[in-house]
């Protein structure tokens, strides 16, 4: 019998051989192929087997010849001669990382060390003014005390933490995507309380952070301490941007008018020239500055920085949007506008980028994002690479495009978002219920 396959012989003259047309008994049943089978038939199957394994014993022959003629030692120095490439190009790459965290080391310790003393400096000339004229605020004082509190927090850090270096396997092994690294949301370089109870507004000049809270539009240095503040009393405000040829800040409020807000000395003043109307939102290029409306049928307006607010263009639906849709933003970048639209029949959000000449779209993308209505509002903000984040206020999710309308990467905030700017090509701040948060990136 083949070992390969067990055989039972049985004298079993009650059953039949399993064959077609065989009617003689069965002498034998094969425990494999689940089958009784006669006499004859038992020396065919057999005889099949045998035939299987000839083939079999051919190519095991083959195999063995092949195996034979290998030349193992020359294999191995071919692997070898890899391994030591790749240990030479990873002590390079080491050493390439190890230069730019010495240099960032060196960068960071010096702005870090030099900062509180730069801000004792500052809160003294402020703490003598104040005692030349003789004359201070309770307001005036509440800022000094955060401001000597958050030194007292930087001495802290510098005596617990030195200076914090990331050196972790992702440092190494994070090459391709050096560019577009993910964002970290965990380093979280400072927060402060805040309140949206009235605003949630956040933006940054070059110089200064920008926030609205409780009635009044408080001004940061860089360095994140309170500057200036001012009592607002002229209604809700949709939305505030930069000029860098005013070196001013335009946002506009439900009362219908254009706002300047001029940062020395912190004071606002109307914008005559443009006339009223549901302003909703506002972006400026070097030379323009561009306004929607408010609602469905949304139109964008254009006026000339360099000449008064001269008006210059407008465009109507449907060449800005489908006369359902309603522009949440428009933000400039780079000869173009970005327009977040939303439509709160279909729940979709797209977001399309324009030619600022024309308006012709240069690529559109729709979102999968949780909107509902138009009272949410979906946000965009300029990013590193003239990229974009963006997001739907009191959502956690974050899209992140490319240039080109790419999703490079989504992310899911720990928190609820009510606004995000991205200030000094550094810090990602986020706005959420009760907290600002500075993260580095």
Not at 39 to 45: C, D, G, I, V, W
Not at 177 to 193: A, D, G, H, Q
Not at 206 to 212: A, T
Request: glycine share 2%; hydrophobic share 35%.
């Amino acid at each position: 019998m083949i070992l390969f396959v067990k055989f039972q012989r049985k004298r079993r003259m009650s059953l039949s051989c399993s064959k077609e047309a065989c009617d003689q008994p069965s002498t034998i049943y094969c425990y494999q192929c689940k089958q009784n089978l006669c006499f004859e038939h038992s020396k065919q199957h057999d005889e099949n087997l045998k035939n299987q394994l000839y083939p079999l014993a051919f190519e095991m022959k083959n195999l063995s010849n092949r195996y034979a003629t290998l030349n193992i030692s020359e294999l191995l120095t071919k692997s070898r001669e890899k391994l030591n490439e790749w240990r030479i190009d990873s002590h390079k790459k080491i050493d390439e990382i190890y230069r730019e965290k010495l240099s960032e080391l060196d960068k960071d310790w010096s702005t870090k060390l030099t900062r509180p003393q730069k801000d004792l400096d500052r809160l003294r000339m402020k703490i003598n003014e104040f005692n030349q004229r003789q004359k201070a605020t309770h307001e005036d004082i509440k800022l000094f005390i955060e401001a000597l509190q958050y030194v007292d927090q930087m001495i802290k850090d510098i005596e617990t933490n030195g200076i914090l270096i990331d050196v972790n396997e992702k440092s190494f092994a994070d090459t391709k995507n050096k560019e577009n690294p993910p964002i970290n949301f965990e380093n979280i370089y400072r927060s402060i309380k805040c309140s949206n109870q009235y605003e949630t507004n956040l933006t940054n000049s070059k110089l200064n952070l920008l926030i609205g809270e409780n009635h009044h539009l408080k001004l940061f240095d860089r360095n994140f301490l309170p500057v200036e503040q001012l009592p607002w009393s002229n209604g809700q405000i949709y939305d505030i941007c930069w000029s860098n040829i005013l070196n001013k800040f335009i946002f506009l409020s439900d009362k219908r008018i254009v706002y300047l807000l001029q940062e020395k000395p912190f004071s606002f003043s109307e914008v005559h020239s443009i006339e009223q109307e549901n302003w909703w939102s506002c972006t400026t290029s070097d030379e323009f500055l561009f306004l929607s409306t408010y609602g469905t049928d949304p139109n964008i307006y254009q006026f000339n920085l360099k000449s008064s607010f001269d008006f210059v263009k407008r465009w109507r639906s449907p060449q800005t949007a489908h006369q359902t849709d309603f522009i949440h933003q428009i933000n400039y970048s780079n000869q173009s506008l970005l327009l977040a639209i939303g439509n709160s029949k279909t729940k979709s959000t797209k977001i399309d980028l324009c030619s600022i000449l024309t308006l012709n779209r240069l690529w559109s993308i729709n979102l999968q994002m949780n909107f509902l209505s138009y009272q949410t509002n979906i946000r965009s903000i300029r990013f590193k690479h003239q990229q974009w984040l963006i997001f739907i206020e009191n959502t956690n999710q974050i899209y992140h495009l490319t240039h080109d309308g790419t999703i490079l990467n989504t992310y899911e905030y720990p928190q609820l978002i009510s606004n995000i700017t991205f200030f000094n090509n550094e810090f990602l701040i986020i706005r959420t219920d009760q907290m600002i948060y500075f993260h580095r990136i």
